[in-house]
């Protein structure tokens, strides 16, 4: 080393001395006072549990997202405008109703308009940050958080009915279910109604938010009808192929990926070492349960129909995430993976069952999110000793009955007075030019060309 060399790192050397000496002394002048007793056990959990409810809710907002790019791959090129249209529209109306009236019927606290069934009818008020001590977390995050689950919700339908429903019906029924359907039967158990004293358990929502989701799906296929082509007159069954395959892939991978949020975002809080791991436990055994459900689907579909299905795949990934969903903190890890697997096993066989009642289910919501969640719900019975299946069993019943009731009729009014379905011409065109004149694949539509 040379002098030259030498004298640089000498100087260096002292450089930093001098600096660690200084900053610190300049850091302490230029900022006020810390205030020891400020970060007591109180404040810490407030943080943490406001944290909690905020990240686990932006990646359940961005479901959103995933249902839209799933539901875009699955339907044919002449409808993906119209996908992303309904999937945008629905969460934007979904906002605002669970502020106009949904979250103070879901969560009425003490004022119930009938006890333990209704709640009340007003919108959500937001306190001053200041004076937000009431629980230990901010209000503002907890609203948030419950928002995204009622827009979770009115995805599901969206792509059960696609291809051939016109926008503003579903878009008004979007309203009533959100609105008032979902946080209605929701308060029964969430907002400390009956089920929740029968001792009904529903940790994240595989009845509360999905099967409510596929109830009202179901009532909208059978009083829609299927797609015109879909059935023949002798029953025969023809496939209608989506138009990506990899946007459906990328689709299931955000919902993947946001079900950590929805899942382990329902632990509710995270100040403490105990609810810490309790929701690093929640997002093992939700991905544990989603990829037992891509493989069992893979595996059935190779010995069933000598061929893998990546379709099928796809939603065993999303009922094995949907039945882990109402009970994912006390499956040992085996459990999860057999909760799960099951998942696949219920897609695989209940599609090809829809189709021979020849009911139409574009992307295969009713089986990933009604029938799986079903089978969530009673089996937390299993892993959780202070659950009773009988009354879980109830509770699906209840809250089935409900929400396919309401359902049927509010789509029945719909299409009595205003319509559901474009006419056939319409259909046969694309809902994309028919509803709102724009084209998802402009140049590879049935238009002129570019040049």
């Known amino acids: 080393m040379n002098s030259l060399q030498r004298n640089v790192n000498l100087g260096l050397a002292a450089f930093t001395v001098l600096a660690m000496s200084v900053v610190p002394s300049l850091a302490q002048d230029a900022a006020p006072a810390v205030d020891k007793t ?73 004022s119930w308009v009938f006890a333990e069934y209704l709640g009340k009818f007003e919108p959500v008020t937001m306190p001053d940050p200041a004076q937000d001590t009431a629980n230990s977390y901010a209000t503002g995050s907890d609203w948030f958080f419950q928002m995204v689950f009622c827009a979770t919700t009115a995805s599901i339908v969206s792509g059960t009915l696609a291809e051939r429903i016109k926008l503003w019906p579903f878009l008004i029924f979007v309203i009533i279910l959100t609105g008032f359907i979902y946080p209605i039967q929701g308060s029964w158990e969430w907002g400390a109604g009956w089920l929740d004293d029968m001792g009904f358990s529903d940790f994240a929502g595989s009845t509360l938010v999905h099967s409510t989701g596929g109830w009202a799906a179901l009532a909208g296929a059978l009083l829609l009808g299927a797609r015109a082509g879909k059935f023949g007159p002798n029953g025969e069954i023809h496939p209608m192929p989506g ?56 595996v059935l579909t190779q010995v069933i129909y000598g061929k893998v299905d990546l379709t099928m795949a796809l939603n065993g990934a999303l009922a094995g995430l949907v039945s882990i969903t109402a009970e994912p903190l006390t ?36 089986p990933v999110h009604l029938f799986a969640g079903i089978w969530g719900t009673l089996i937390v019975a299993w892993t959780n000793t202070d659950v009773n299946i009988a ?33 056939l011409e319409e259909e046969t065109d694309g809902l994309d030019k028919a509803e709102i004149g724009l084209e998802a694949y402009p140049e590879f539509g049935s238009g002129s060309q570019r040049i």
């Open 38 to 110: 400020a970060a007591t056990a109180p404040n810490v959990d407030y943080i943490f549990n406001t944290l909690l409810f905020l990240m686990g809710g932006f990646l359940v907002m961005w479901m959103a997202a995933g249902f839209a790019m799933l539901e875009a791959g699955l339907v044919r090129t002449k409808n993906v405008a119209m996908q992303c249209t309904k999937n945008i529209a629905l969460y934007s109306i979904a906002g605002l109703m669970f502020w106009i009236v949904g979250y103070n019927l879901m969560y009425p606290g003490d």
């Open 243 to 298: 138009s990506s395959m990899p946007l459906a892939t990328l689709g299931t991978f955000i919902l993947w990926l946001g079900w950590f949020g929805f899942n382990g975002g329902s632990q509710l809080a995270l100040g403490s070492l105990e609810n810490a791991s309790a929701v690093a436990k929640i997002f093992v055994n939700t991905n544990m349960a989603a990829a037992a459900g891509v493989v069992v689907a893979i």
């Open 331 to 366: 499956p040992a890890i085996w459990q999860a993976v057999l909760i799960g697997g099951v998942g696949g096993v219920i897609v695989v066989l209940t599609v090809p069952m829809l189709d021979k009642m020849r009911i139409d289910d574009v992307v295969g919501a009713i």
């Open 391 to 423: 009354v879980q069993a109830v509770g699906v019943a209840a809250v089935g009955v409900f929400v396919f009731v309401t359902s049927f009729v509010v789509w029945g009014i719909l299409k009595v007075t205003i319509g559901l379905r474009p006419t």
